[in-house]
């Protein structure tokens, strides 16, 4: 009898552990078999037979999926476990097949968050059999200059991708007037008298003393000078928001993050849905603000205190609302020991002040209680103080305010892409303020936008919520965890935005089969004079706000000319209004397209009248 034969005979417990290592190579073989049939149903989908639907024909062949099933296991027990002794082939396929799967899966439910959820657990599992029970790391280390390389990789690809669709949305005339056309309008001003102008409502509006006061935008008018175009926006603000992984990344190595992880952690906050959502909608100033936030943040935990000043200015001149986020930080450094507390104060002090400026002198803050039209009463002279009146006297009225449907499903497309670990702030008094700013601006208005992933507005909200990620992470003391939390926020982030965001691959596909009318639809713009007074229809406005004056429509009842969409439902119009303005007479159509658009001049006339009237009448009716 062999020695160690001789020695399992002595020891049974070494008998029962051998016994278990080989019933867990029974599981992960299994395991490792299945996953390749769920790899078929995945094959099968790219070849459009989704697995959604159940298909009589391909059940009734299932001996034969059962036999392919039974062959992969036996093979991968006797001859990779056994035979080889290679089990981490399996360990292999299961981590990297099983995360690539739950992403496709995900990307086949398009804007599915209970598919997102059920994934997101088996990704949780995998990661952790992959991490902590077997011990592995990942293949790729970044360590010292070649982290940092690969973050400025990252950004430029980002900033690249992501300003692509917002491009793309606006070349297939998806774009908005607001905000795209009115930020255009804006910096075709600012390129003329360096005051920001647009005359959206139907009037000449000062942009920073009647809508936001965000003079950082300066910043980004030496650019416009030279290209002078609105991808040019869609492209800063992509850049501007991948810039923001920079303090990120600085931040996760202030707290002895490993340099591998930093990036990573960098790309998560890049990757959330909700950041994503921003940059293909539109332009705003609040894509902006996570560099700067994130830059502030980086240096006052450095306590390189001037150079924080100098980021906190720059962060409220994003707009107005910023000192929040900042007044927040403030509080949360406050409850902290190792913060001075003067310095605490500073920033505490300082926004607040700002802020009383602002609101009295140059901005009238008060402008945007429509947006909380269920707690004040007065939406013109309305005051953001009844809010508080409410918090005293009926604190549940809020409360209800605050968790309807669609605010939960916004709650959870931000928390379940960071793997519900932010909330982990709620059991620490000091990061209770940092839930804040998402509570004020994002769960009590009643404007949609606020609590939509499709806007900006949780740009500042999830900056402060990786803050809790970075120091949950940086607090585990053992490396493998740390691999596997950080490798499974990662996925979830990639699974969430995979599903909320695929259905925007459409807008490539429309671009490539419609080209030519698109093409068409551009070039009848151009037609139009740049001196020219213009009322044109939502997504058509920002292809034409390079102007002085230009107007939605029923605002301005004598522009020169009348630019309107026809496409689709999501472009309401009026077409008895517009019949009525040929019929009279008053304009005459210039550029006609069934279906797509419409170009009317004041005082004109032409053939194409009667085509453009019964196609309006037809429409109407």
């Known amino acids: 009898m062999s020695k160690k034969a001789l020695s399992e005979n002595r ?58 099933l039974l062959f992969l296991w ?57 991490f902590i029970l077997r011990e592995h790391s990942l293949p790729i280390h970044f360590e010292g200059k070649s982290a940092f390389y690969g973050l400025l990789i990252l950004i430029l690809f980002y900033s690249i991708s992501s300003a692509s669709v917002g491009i793309i949305r606006h070349r297939i005339f998806l774009s908005s007037g607001n905000d795209l056309g009115t930020f255009d309008q804006m910096f075709y001003s600012m390129s003329k008298t360096l005051l920001p102008w647009n005359t959206i409502t139907g009037i000449p509006i000062n942009q920073f003393t009647a809508v936001h006061f965000s003079p950082i935008l300066y910043l980004l008018l030496p650019g416009y000078l030279i290209f002078r175009s609105l991808e040019y926006l869609i492209f800063m603000q992509s850049l501007f928001t991948g810039l923001a992984a920079i303090p990120l990344f600085r931040l996760c190595r202030l707290k002895k993050i490993s340099s591998g992880m930093s ?67 403030g509080f949360y450094t406050l409850l902290q020991k190792k913060f001075s507390v003067r310095n605490c104060l500073l920033i505490i002090g300082f926004p607040l002040l700002y802020f009383i400026i602002v609101s009295v002198f140059v901005l009238n803050t008060n402008t945007f209680a429509y947006r909380y039209a269920n707690l004040i009463s007065g939406q013109t002279d309305g005051s953001f103080f009844q809010i508080i009146k409410i918090l005293f ?75 809790i990620l970075i120091r949950v992470i940086a607090s585990i003391p053992q490396v493998q965890t740390r691999r596997w939390l950080i490798s499974t926020v990662f996925a979830a982030a990639v699974l969430f935005s995979s599903s909320y965001h695929i259905s925007k691959t459409a807008f490539y596909t429309e671009f490539v089969k419609n080209y ?4 068409k639809m551009e070039q009848a713009m151009k037609k139009i004079p740049t001196e020219a007074v213009v009322t044109a229809s939502n997504h058509i406005y920002p292809h034409l706000s390079a102007r002085n004056e230009i107007y939605s429509p029923g605002f301005h009842p004598d522009s020169e000319y009348v630019a309107m969409d026809l496409r689709g439902s999501d472009n309401p119009t009026d077409f008895e209004a517009i019949a009525d303005l040929i019929s009279s007479k008053k304009y005459g159509t210039i550029e006609f397209v069934p279906d797509w658009y419409l170009i009317l001049k004041k005082d004109a006339s032409s053939v194409l009248d009667m085509q453009a009237s019964e196609y309006l009448e037809t429409r109407g009716n």
């Open 11 to 68: 020891n049974p417990l070494l008998k029962i552990i051998h016994h278990q290592d080989v019933f867990e190579e029974v599981l992960v073989s299994f395991a490792a078999a299945f996953l390749i049939l769920i790899d078929f149903s995945l094959y099968r989908q790219f070849r459009g037979i989704p697995f959604s639907v159940n298909h009589a024909e391909i059940n009734a062949g299932y001996g034969k999926f059962v036999l392919v």
């Open 516 to 519: 030519a009318n698109y093409q």
């Open 263 to 329: 990036l990573l952690i960098a790309a998560v906050f890049l990757l959330q849905p909700g950041i994503l959502g921003g940059l293909f909608k539109d332009f705003h100033e609040n894509a902006l603000l996570p560099f700067f936030l994130l830059s502030f943040i980086y240096f006052f935990e450095k306590n390189e205190i001037k150079k924080a000043l100098l980021f906190l200015l720059l962060t409220l001149f994003v707009k107005e609302d910023a000192m929040l986020y900042i007044l927040c930080y």
């Open 74 to 130: 036996v093979i991968f027990f006797f001859v990779v476990c056994f035979l080889l002794k290679k089990r981490t082939i399996l360990d292999h396929w299961l981590f990297y097949g099983g995360n690539l799967s739950c992403i496709l899966i995900a990307v086949f439910s398009p804007d599915s968050f209970p598919t997102g959820m059920i994934l997101l657990l088996i990704v949780i599992v995998l990661n952790r059999y992959y």
């Open 393 to 467: 006297t009926n604190p549940l009225y809020l409360f209800s305010q605050c968790f309807s449907a669609e605010k939960l499903q916004f709650m959870g497309w931000i928390f379940f892409p960071l793997m519900l670990i932010p909330l982990l702030g709620l059991f620490r008094l000091s990061e209770v303020f940092l839930f804040i700013p998402m509570v004020l601006l994002n769960l009590l208005p009643t404007f949609y936008g606020q609590y939509s992933i499709d806007f900006q507005y949780h740009f500042g909200t999830i900056s402060l919520f990786c803050l």
